[in-house]
Nanobody, 117 residues
Framework: QVQLVESGGGLVQAGGSLRLSCEAS????????MSWHRQAPGRQRELVAA???????TYADSVKGRFAISRDNGKDTVYLQMNSLKPEDTAVYYC???????????WGQGTQVTVSS
């Protein structure tokens, strides 16, 4: 069973930075598409950033130029560097993995990010 463990969330002031990490296990990580999503209270979960096994990246318009997704295949870990954080970035952030040749998305337990104004 694929397991994803997020870390790095917390409380930060507006304008600050955080780096989220997501370590994967029971998966051929280098061949998986990885992504970060977030869900704020009362809102639907939304895609924040994604990275393919070829390291092509996609970002939500709301985070372009502020967030950066990257992956370290040697550590089976995907990162989300978040800079210039805004109160509207407050949400639970989830890591997701889609193994190669699979239609199933696996999810981590989420990590809370709170940005104070």
């Amino acid at each position: 069973q694929v397991q994803l463990v997020e870390s790095g969330g917390g409380l930060v002031q507006a304008g600050g930075s955080l780096r989220l990490s997501c370590e994967a296990s029971e998966i051929i990580f280098s061949l998986a598409a990885m992504s970060w999503h977030r869900q704020a209270p009362g809102r639907q979960r939304e895609l924040v950033a994604a990275i393919t096994r070829g390291r092509d990246t996609t970002y939500a318009d709301s985070v372009k130029g502020r967030f950066a997704i990257s992956r370290d295949n040697g550590k089976d870990t995907v990162y989300l560097q978040m800079n210039s954080l805004k109160p509207e970035d407050t949400a639970v952030y989830y890591c997701s993995a889609r193994p190669i040749a699979s239609v199933t998305d696996y999810w981590g337990q989420g990590t809370q990010v709170t940005v104070s104004s």
